[in-house]
């Protein structure tokens, strides 16, 4: 099946610095790959839609100066959360969609998640 | 919203019995989806359900919807402790590349 990897697993960072978390769709191409965040015990929010090649599409609600999305390639997308805070401590989980016409909904893959906690 | 709303939150069985964890939704839907969380672990798709389909299958998984009341539920039957994990329902608006809405979750627990 596709992989999708993301990378790092966990980060811990200092209140005030960035961190930018990486997803890869290993062994297909992704047109678009999506951001999710997601608190303890809670279900994944959707944060932004990314396409390559084009500016991300973000929710309702979120920052997208804050949480800055480049998808450069059809296999890379990176999310990268600037001067973050204690409260967006969260596991950040990305999905890739397979690029290939007719490609229905269900072919979305997601990656193992990074869990950032911020001190 | 059409955010799904799973019931139980929370569940808590025997290795050998069935599962059942439903998810109700607001709005019109295209398809809906079953995914499986394991704790701090990425999601993975079990299986996809079409508004015009009424039941579907696949290995111990068994999904039905109800479009008329919106609401879907899961079958796992004769679960192992491997199927401790969260589950969530998702839907999709249209049958092309919109996005996936997330329900809350059913966390089950299955004890050997």
């Known amino acids: 099946g596709a992989v999708v990897s993301q990378h790092p697993s966990w980060v811990i960072c200092k209140s005030g610095t960035s961190v930018k978390i990486e997803c890869r769709s290993l062994?297909?191409?992704?047109?678009?790959m999506f951001w999710y965040r997601q608190f303890p015990k809670q279900s994944l929010m959707l944060m932004a839609t990314?396409?390559?090649?084009?500016?991300?599409?973000?929710e309702q609600g979120v920052e997208k100066d804050k949480f800055l999305i480049n998808h450069a390639s059809l296999t890379l997308s990176t999310l990268t959360v600037t001067s973050a805070h204690p409260e967006d401590s969260s596991f950040y989980i990305c999905?890739?969609?397979?690029?290939?016409?007719?490609?229905?909904?269900?072919?979305?893959?997601f990656g193992p998640g990074t869990r950032l906690t911020v001190t | 919203s059409q955010q799904g709303e799973e019931d139980p939150q929370a569940l808590s069985i025997q290795e050998g019995e069935n599962a059942t964890m439903n998810c109700s939704y607001k709005?019109?839907?295209?398809?809906l989806q079953w995914y499986r969380q394991n704790s701090g672990r990425g999601l993975v798709h079990l299986i996809l359900?079409?508004?015009?389909?009424r039941e579907k299958h696949s290995g111990r998984l068994r999904v039905t919807l109800d479009t008329s009341k919106k609401s879907s539920s899961l079958l796992i039957t004769a679960s192992r402790a491997a199927d401790t994990a969260s589950y969530f329902c998702?839907?999709?608006?249209?049958?092309?590349?919109?996005?996936?809405?997330f329900g809350k979750g059913t966390m089950l627990l299955v004890s050997p």
């Open positions: 062994d297909f191409q992704a047109t678009t």
């Open positions: 359900i079409r508004s015009n389909e």
């Open positions: 999905s890739a969609r397979v690029a290939r016409q007719g490609a229905s909904q269900a072919e979305q893959y």
């Open positions: 709005t019109s839907i295209n398809n």
């Open positions: 998702a839907t999709g608006m249209n049958s092309g590349y919109s996005t996936l809405t």
């Open positions: 990314s396409n390559e090649g084009s500016k991300a599409t973000y």
